[in-house]
């Protein structure tokens, strides 16, 4: 039953601070991001957090808590769009582009 | 939302997509999420708390100002929080136990503990700590007597909770760093007690 609990799990994989925090790049740049956002005023921590609760929960009924990050994102790209501050069709249509560039593309 | 289920890799994209829009919007800068990044990887964790519970431990003026007014009591030390969120300090004593969760998300005391461990976010800890605490409790090694009365603190965007544990027996002569040793993470979640060297898991 410990198991439901992911003691050992990679999430406990130790660290500088006991805890191994992001396990892919991508969670710690939308992490980063929303607080940057967040610190320069862009929306109160409330705003995001009822999305978050929302998408949380919507994640929890397909997997098992593998999905957090998954849900953080989807939190902030609806405040995002709520907001007016970027559209998720834009956010589609830049996404297209980055994917279709060919394999080996300089990342700088 | 349009951005429904997306496999990893697609998402890494994704993500990269959305920084490079808030960047060209004049909105980010990325080295400003570098830095947020470090800072929540490196800067702040478990030993930030540690230190509070080692003072209150030695300080019955510190440990007072700390159960009154928590944020003002971490804030002494240098760890006021950068989401702005208030702390409450809830003490465990002879009878009772207390322990935190965020039963809707993830509500955490950042300054004081780092970023949550997964276990701490997953819908298993989330929803059973709160209704079978003691349950819980005693999977993870945490036995409690039947006597002893769990609290159970769930954290809010404007509040969240730290436990301040027991001091173990026989640490009189220890120094206020030594004593800051013996708190682990999970100790002042409420999931262990304090000074035991299997409590720090991972």
Redesign the interface.
């Known amino acids: 039953?410990?198991d439901?609990?992911?003691?050992?799990?990679?999430?406990?994989?130790?660290?500088?601070?006991?805890?191994l925090?992001?396990a892919?790049?991508?969670e710690?740049?939308?992490?980063?991001?929303t607080?940057?956002?967040?610190?320069?005023g862009?929306f109160s921590?409330?705003e995001f957090?009822s999305r978050?609760?929302d998408e949380?929960r919507r994640e929890?009924e397909d997997s098992?808590?593998q999905g957090?990050w998954?849900a953080w994102?989807?939190a902030?790209?609806?405040l995002?769009?709520a907001k007016g501050?970027?559209a998720?069709?834009?956010?589609?249509g830049?996404?297209r582009?980055?994917?279709a560039r060919p394999p080996g593309h300089d990342h700088g | 939302m349009s951005a429904g289920h997306h496999h990893d890799d697609d998402l890494a994209v994704r993500v990269e997509a959305l920084e490079a829009l808030l960047v060209e919007k004049g909105l980010v800068d990325s080295g400003v999420v570098d830095e947020i990044i470090r800072h929540y990887e490196q800067d702040v964790g478990p030993m930030n708390g540690a230190r509070v519970v080692a003072r209150a431990w030695v300080d019955p003026a510190y440990k007072a100002r700390l159960l009154a007014d928590g944020t003002a009591a971490v804030a002494e030390l240098g760890y006021a929080g950068r989401e702005g969120a208030h702390v409450r300090v809830v003490e465990n004593e002879p009878g009772v136990h207390n322990v935190v969760v965020c039963s809707l998300c993830s509500c955490y005391p950042w300054s004081l503990l780092g970023l949550p461990p997964g276990w701490y976010k997953s819908p298993a800890y989330r929803s059973r700590v709160v209704h079978e605490p003691r349950a819980v409790l005693a999977e993870v090694g945490l036995d409690l007597p039947a006597s002893v009365e769990i609290r159970v603190w769930d954290s809010s965007a404007e509040v969240r909770y730290l436990v301040l544990p027991e001091r173990p027996r026989d640490t009189d002569g220890l120094s206020e760093a030594e004593l800051a040793r013996l708190v682990s993470r999970d100790a002042m979640i409420g999931v262990a007690q304090a000074g035991n060297p299997d409590a720090q898991r991972g």
């Open positions: 039953m410990a439901n609990l992911d003691l050992d799990g990679l999430a406990a994989l130790p660290r500088r601070n006991g805890e925090v992001f892919e790049p991508w710690s740049r939308v992490f980063g991001l607080m940057a956002l967040h610190e320069a862009a921590w409330e957090r978050l609760i949380i929890a098992e808590g957090y998954r994102r989807c902030f790209e609806s995002l769009h501050i970027c998720s069709g834009e956010l589609d830049r996404t582009t980055l994917a």
